[in-house]
């Protein structure tokens, strides 16, 4: 499909289309580094909620006296610091400036948005206060409490607009695979978090309804929000960085729709064996296996457009942490196939398998892949390469390696939880203390997760603030020594 | 891709049928469930119709005033993320052989609540029943207790006390009629002098936990002794 266009952005070789791409890039600057300065101080935050709850895990004695700080609370800040603080930040930094370029619009009332931008955060801020306050919902993913979440409704709206608006006026009448996911990703979210918003807090509907839409939403704001908008920036990134098309457009067609479709079924499978009729659980656990198509059509699409050229990659911290990201979506989602079957579910349902499996889904996958996205967007947003290759790579070490120590941490240990919680000859607590050296492998991945966000923090800190040496670097900082420069 | 109409179609009524396959259709079948007696009997006018009998109390219960206010405190406190309130059918799972329950929980059981709270993580029992477990005054002094501090009931558990939700004060003449009953040379009980005495949040979330009991029978799901 490159070929369609010798103008298409995302084979930019001439110097007029590199040149309207620069004017888009400092169209979209402030907006962007608010959402990337907001996106990073999320994470952080979030880091020290997901320390604390870890810790807690294990110590529950550990400052147990200050009621704000009980797990239960500080579990829920930490995933709202997560999702909505960091994920949604970084999404409507990197996904509107992807959305921006491929459209090849610049984006006009900036000031708007940096103003939709701001009350998003404050309403997140008032919300994760409310939760630790005690104002928490306990609707999982749905913590925050109903006088924050008009704010975040309205401001995300403002938001969103934004992204279909460059949509609108764009230029060209070519749309790639990255504009589709991130157009559609713009469309649901906001449907979702609003019929959940109604039916389970402002309207509660009649029971067991309640949950059901819970999981909907719950499970969709990973498929339908997190999902694409990873996936349309690895499909950017992939082919910008390596300078050819990706392999095949009629596979990328086919794994949009197919997750379009199955996807938003899927979420059902939190409640198998719950009081819920029993075709709703099947449909979604239909819908589930079903998964495995766009997933291997996905995984299919993105090796072949790498193949052949892993020293690129690998130099590259762009693609190196992308890459990471795109195996996971294919590890991470044939996993939550397989844990959708009825005799899997039995074993992991209610187990820490299941929070294994939601960071392999949104850390090794989302997160990485916008870690890369972060790294590629940075240089051009500011004109100025990023200040340290060892911060890159100690950030891509100790993340690469703390959530593979995390997700074979839980994992392991929540099978094991599983199978004796089945056997009522096993005595209950006995199932509880036998998780404990799993739980503390957990806290160690925990610190060295810590370690790659104050890497990535660093460097970040020191690109925008940059000093005189900083400024005047020449060429792309690269994770491996090479003769002639290429993109990051 | 260039039929922009068609690609927007397509993401519209992608989240559309899962949201009326799923959620409306939910909605259709549940939200018009009521309360029932524990068994129908035929009707006097038409045998073949199933009806309630006359003057039998109705299932699930409504829930009352301190055990609502008790409920909040569990919401408060993310008890949800480490217990759950489902009970599943015999041979799935273990929760018939842990003792969790007479019979698995149907959606009918959930009609009463303003916010169901089934939960997805164990790392603590299931209390879909724990009123049916741990009951009367004896479960009383033992869910303060295990509030207070669970190693003192359950050594070597991972729940955090919630002591914070208790008053540790000096004995002002009588002692108080709530006051925790540590049991003898329990290394959390207070000095001498001093007692433990439960808030009414405290109160309140105990209320509510005696009141979790799957004790009576539906149509759809019959306890069988």
Not at chain 1, 208 to 228: E, I, R, Y
């Amino acid at each position: 499909m490159s070929n369609s266009s010798n103008e298409s952005p995302y084979s930019a070789n001439s110097a007029a289309v590199r040149a309207e791409l620069s004017e888009i890039d400092s169209s979209i600057r402030s907006a962007a580094l608010f959402f990337v300065i907001s996106a990073v101080s999320w994470l952080m935050v979030g880091t020290v909620f997901a320390l604390l709850a870890a810790f807690k895990a294990h110590e529950p004695d550990f400052a147990s006296t200050f009621e704000f700080l009980t797990f239960g609370r500080v579990r829920s800040a930490h995933l709202n610091a997560m999702a909505l603080g960091w994920g949604n930040n970084i999404i409507f930094a990197v996904g509107l400036w992807i959305m921006a370029r491929l459209c090849r619009a610049p984006i006009n009332h900036k000031g708007l948005l940096l103003v939709a931008g701001i009350f998003w955060n404050i309403g997140l801020t008032v919300g994760i206060a409310g939760i630790l306050k005690g104002d928490i919902t306990s609707v999982e993913w749905l913590e925050i409490p109903h006088y924050a979440t008009p704010l975040l409704a309205i401001s995300y709206a403002l938001i969103g607009v934004w992204g279909v608006m460059a949509f609108r006026f764009r230029k060209g009448d070519h749309v790639y695979v990255s504009q589709w996911y991130i157009l559609a990703a713009l469309f649901w979210f906001p449907w979702l978090y609003v019929v959940a918003q109604i039916m389970i807090i402002w309207f509660p509907a009649r029971g067991v309804v309640q949950s059901v839409t819970n999981w909907w939403f719950a499970h969709n704001v990973l498929g339908l929000w997190l999902t694409p908008m990873a996936l349309g920036t690895a499909y950017y990134l992939i082919p910008k960085v390596l300078g050819r098309p990706i392999y095949s457009y009629y596979l990328s067609v086919l794994g949009f729709w197919a997750l379009a479709i199955f996807y938003n079924w899927a979420g059902v499978h939190h409640l198998i064996g719950g009081p819920i009729p029993v075709w709703l659980i099947s449909a979604g656990i239909v819908a589930s296996v079903m998964m495995v198509i766009p997933v291997i059509v996905v995984g299919i699409n993105h090796h072949m457009s790498v193949v052949g050229l892993h020293k690129e990659v690998w130099r590259s911290p762009t693609l190196r942490f992308i890459v990471f990201g795109a195996i996971s979506y294919t590890l991470v989602s044939l996993t939550g196939s397989a844990m959708a079957l009825r005799s899997v579910n039995e074993v992991t349902h209610f187990t820490h398998f299941t929070v294994g499996h939601s960071h392999h889904g949104v850390y090794a996958f989302f997160t990485m892949i916008m870690f890369g996205g972060v790294y590629y967007m940075m240089p051009r947003l500011l004109k100025r390469e990023w200040p340290s290759a060892s911060l890159i790579k100690i950030h891509f070490w100790a993340s690469a390696l703390g959530i593979t120590v995390m997700v074979v941490a839980l994992q392991t240990g929540g099978w094991i939880q599983g199978l004796e919680m089945n056997n009522a000859e096993i005595p209950f607590l006995e199932t509880v203390q036998n998780t404990i050296p799993w739980l503390k492998a957990r806290s160690i991945s925990g610190v060295m997760l810590t370690i790659g966000h104050i890497a990535f923090a660093i460097n970040i800190a020191w690109m925008l603030f940059a000093a005189g040496a900083v400024r005047a670097k020449q060429g792309p900082t690269l994770l491996a020594d090479t003769k002639e420069g290429g993109n990051v | 891709m260039k039929n922009l109409p068609l690609l927007f179609c397509g993401i519209f009524f992608a989240l559309a049928f899962s949201f009326s396959g799923l959620i409306l259709s939910s909605h259709k079948q549940l939200g018009s469930l009521t309360r029932t007696t524990e068994t129908l009997v035929p009707s006097d006018n038409d045998p073949t119709v199933m009806v309630m009998p006359e003057g039998e109390p109705l299932f699930p219960a409504m829930p009352g005033g301190i055990e609502q206010q008790g409920k909040e405190v569990y919401i408060s406190m993310g008890c949800i993320y480490c217990h759950t309130q489902q009970i599943r059918r015999s041979g799935f799972g273990a929760d018939f052989d842990r003792g969790w329950g007479p019979r698995q929980t149907v959606a009918r059981d959930y009609i009463t609540q303003d916010r169901v709270l089934l939960g997805t993580m164990r790392a603590g029992p299931d209390l879909a029943n724990v009123g049916g477990r741990i009951f009367q005054q004896g479960g009383r002094d033992w869910h303060h207790l295990h509030l207070y501090n669970p190693q003192i009931t359950s050594e070597g558990s991972t729940m955090p006390p919630f002591a914070f939700l208790y008053e540790e004060r000096e004995i002002d003449g009588a002692a108080s009629k709530d006051a925790l009953k540590f049991p003898p040379d329990s290394k959390y009980a207070p000095a001498a002098g001093y007692e433990v005495v439960p808030t009414h949040r405290a109160k309140a979330l105990v209320e509510y936990l005696l009141s979790l009991k799957i004790n009576y029978s539906l149509p759809e799901a019959p306890i069988i002794e």
